[in-house]
């Protein structure tokens, strides 16, 4: 079987609802997650704006961005702004940077050197980036704080940074954007209790009785889904796009969480 074919452009939606003791309230918050787009000439434009319309087509009350939006350079800047600003004109929309979007990883692989190039683009499409920094919003009625960390592999997760700012009220749910689900054990002092992940691809290939051996993480517990991690919860989407155009039981995904 050649697996380039069918599974990379078959997405799907993934619903997952998630309680966080002692933090529910009346008024649900959906999430819309997509991560590890890879724009590239693997990953077309059309095909990352077809994942983005699925999405909003959930009627999300806000969209967070995990990282990797590009693999290499940005491919037709115009066209990925727009396709983007549906996302924020949409609702209120917030990104991390994974490895491949610019800094330390990604120049000797070919991106770019830092992450002034994603950083201008998002902006431009009205997406706010929280790179080693947390902002309190309010979503369909409800406060929500979102801490976002800079990737790992980049060697520019600052958590000090990122949650110095957060507010204190223990009432209001945390939520951690964070490409890498390996970034937990920089994050494990800190108070939080949602980490929203891409970067594995879900192990973009996974057989049986053996896994998902290509997942380019540490820690095999959290390739995909939602999982618990010492009274916290974790969750890893296989993301929408691919390296290698590979995926074998592993469909790329469009996420949407419902915090109950």
């Given at each position: 079987?050649?697996?380039?074919?069918?599974?990379?452009?078959?997405?799907?939606?993934?619903?997952?609802?998630?309680?966080?003791?002692?933090?529910?309230?009346?008024?649900?918050?959906?999430?819309?997650?997509?991560?590890?787009?890879?724009?590239?000439?693997?990953?077309?434009?059309?095909?990352?704006?077809?994942?983005?319309?699925?999405?909003?087509?959930?009627?999300?009350?806000?969209?967070?961005?995990?990282?990797?939006?590009?693999?290499?350079?940005?491919?037709?800047?115009?066209?990925?702004?727009?396709?983007?600003?549906?996302?924020?004109?949409?609702?209120?929309?917030?990104?991390?940077?994974?490895?491949?979007?610019?800094?330390?990883?990604?120049?000797?692989?070919?991106?770019?050197?830092?992450?002034?190039?994603?950083?201008?683009?998002?902006?431009?499409?009205?997406?706010?980036?929280l790179h080693n920094r947390a902002m309190q919003v309010e979503v369909n009625g409800?406060?929500?704080?979102?801490?976002?960390?800079?990737?790992?592999?980049?060697?520019?997760?600052?958590?000090?940074?990122?949650?110095?700012?957060?507010?204190?009220?223990?009432?209001?749910?945390?939520?951690?954007?964070?490409?890498?689900?390996?970034?937990?054990?920089?994050?494990?002092?800190?108070?939080?209790?949602?980490?929203?992940?891409?970067?594995?691809?879900?192990?973009?290939?996974?057989?049986?009785?053996?896994?998902?051996?290509?997942?380019?993480?540490?820690?095999?517990?959290?390739?995909?889904?939602?999982?618990?991690?010492?009274?916290?919860?974790?969750?890893?989407?296989?993301?929408?796009?691919?390296?290698?155009?590979?995926?074998?039981?592993?469909?790329?995904?469009?996420?949407?969480?419902?915090?109950?």
């Amino acid at each position: 079987m050649d697996l380039r074919y069918v599974e990379p452009r078959w997405l799907r939606v993934s619903k997952v609802g998630v309680t966080l003791p002692g933090k529910e309230a009346a008024r649900p918050v959906r999430i819309l997650q997509l991560s590890d787009f890879h724009a590239s000439e693997i990953v077309p434009l059309s095909f990352i704006r077809k994942a983005i319309e699925m999405g909003i087509k959930q009627n999300p009350h806000i969209t967070c961005l995990t990282g990797d939006l590009i693999t290499g350079k940005i491919p037709d800047r115009p066209a990925f702004v727009e396709a983007l600003r549906l996302l924020s004109n949409h609702g209120p929309c917030f990104a991390c940077m994974g490895n491949h979007d610019g800094g330390l990883w990604a120049r000797p692989h070919g991106g770019y050197a830092d992450l002034s190039e994603m950083t201008g683009l998002l902006e431009d499409a009205g997406i706010t980036v929280l790179h080693n920094r947390a902002m309190q919003v309010e979503v369909n009625g409800r406060d929500l704080e979102l801490v976002g960390l800079g990737d790992l592999w980049a060697n520019d997760a600052e958590p000090w940074t990122a949650f110095g700012g957060v507010q204190t009220s223990p009432q209001v749910p945390r939520v951690v954007l964070s490409h890498n689900p390996d970034s937990k054990k920089v994050i494990t002092e800190y108070d939080w209790d949602l980490m929203l992940c891409g970067h594995t691809h879900g192990g973009q290939i996974s057989l049986p009785l053996i896994g998902e051996p290509l997942a380019p993480v540490t820690d095999h517990r959290y390739v995909a889904g939602l999982n618990p991690w010492e009274g916290r919860q974790i969750y890893t989407t296989r993301g929408v796009g691919s390296l290698n155009g590979l995926r074998f039981n592993r469909r790329p995904e469009v996420t949407i969480l419902e915090l109950g």
